[in-house]
C-alpha cells in the first residue's frame, strides 16, 4: 500500500485536486510513521476516485469490405450416361400384436426407459445450475492465513470488476472494528496489509473480513487471539 499510496498523494498535488495543505500532511506523516487514519484514506482514495480514474474509450471497429466473387457454374458434361433406375424395395409392415399381455410389456418398457432419461435429465440440470461457493471457486477475496495473533498482518487481495472495493472486519459480535476504500488495479485485482490488534480487537473468536463493490458481497473468516504472537 505505502509506494501506491504516495504515488496517488503526488498526483492529486500535481494536478491541483483537493486540500494543498492536508495532502501534504497525510504524506509527511505516512513517510514517517507508516500509517494512516481512516479518515485520511477515505479523503484521498475519494478525490482519486472522482478525478483520476482513467477514462476508457472504445475504438470504432473497422469494416472491411470483402469484394464479391462472380461464380461461373461448370460447363455442362458433353455425354450424359444413361440413368439406371433401382427397384425400390418395400419394407414389410410390422405385424400388429394380437396379444394383449405383450402390448401391456411393451408399453411399460417404453415408460421405464422415458422415466429413466427423465430423471437423468433433471439430475444433469441441477448439477450444472449448483454454484461452488468458497475460495476455490472465485478469488474475489483472499487472506494469506485461517488464524492471527495480536500484531500479526493480514494480507488482504482479491478480484474486483469495479475500480473501487470497499473492505470491513467485523469482531465476533459482529461490530464494525476496521473499514477501507481499496482501489482496483486495471488487472481487476486489488491488495492491502491490516495490523490485528488496537481498538476494537480485544475479544477471541471469529473475525469476518467483507468486501464489497457493485452490490456484490464476498466475505471470508479467520481466528484471532488477542494474546502476542510467541
Given at each position: 500500500m505505502g509506494q501506491f499510496f504516495t504515488d496517488d498523494i503526488d498526483a492529486l498535488l500535481k494536478s491541483g485536486h483537493g486540500d494543498y495543505g492536508r495532502l501534504s500532511r497525510i504524506k509527511a506523516d505516512f513517510e514517517a510513521k507508516k500509517l494512516v487514519t481512516?479518515?485520511?484514506?477515505?479523503?484521498?482514495?475519494?478525490?482519486?476516485?472522482?478525478?483520476?480514474?482513467?477514462?476508457?474509450?472504445?475504438?470504432?471497429?473497422?469494416?472491411?469490405?470483402?469484394?464479391?466473387?462472380?461464380?461461373?457454374?461448370?460447363?455442362?458434361?458433353?455425354?450424359?450416361?444413361?440413368?439406371k433406375y433401382q427397384k425400390v424395395r418395400l419394407e414389410k409392415p410390422i405385424e400388429k400384436v394380437h396379444d394383449s399381455k405383450k402390448l401391456r410389456n411393451t408399453v411399460i418398457s417404453i415408460a421405464s426407459v422415458v422415466f429413466a432419461v427423465l430423471i437423468i435429465s433433471v439430475v444433469a440440470m441441477n448439477q450444472d445450475n449448483t454454484a461452488i461457493v468458497g475460495p476455490s471457486a472465485t478469488n474475489a477475496l483472499e487472506i494469506d492465513q485461517t488464524s492471527y495473533a495480536k500484531g500479526d498482518i493480514i494480507s488482504i487481495s482479491g478480484n474486483e470488476e469495479s475500480t473501487i472495493t470497499s473492505l470491513a472486519i467485523s469482531d465476533p459480535d459482529g461490530q464494525e472494528i476496521w473499514t477501507e476504500i481499496v482501489k482496483v488495479k486495471t488487472d481487476g485485482k486489488f491488495s492491502t496489509l491490516v495490523i490485528a490488534g488496537g481498538t476494537g480487537w480485544e475479544k477471541a473468536g471469529k473475525y469476518t473480513i467483507t468486501s464489497s463493490a457493485d452490490g456484490k458481497t464476498e466475505k471470508s473468516v479467520f481466528d484471532f487471539s488477542p494474546s502476542e504472537s510467541s
Open positions: 481512516i479518515e485520511d484514506r477515505r479523503y484521498v482514495d475519494g478525490l482519486i476516485a472522482r478525478y483520476m480514474q482513467p477514462i476508457e474509450t472504445e475504438k470504432p471497429e473497422r469494416i472491411v469490405k470483402i469484394p464479391e466473387k462472380r461464380i461461373v457454374p461448370p460447363p455442362p458434361p458433353a455425354n450424359i450416361p444413361e440413368m
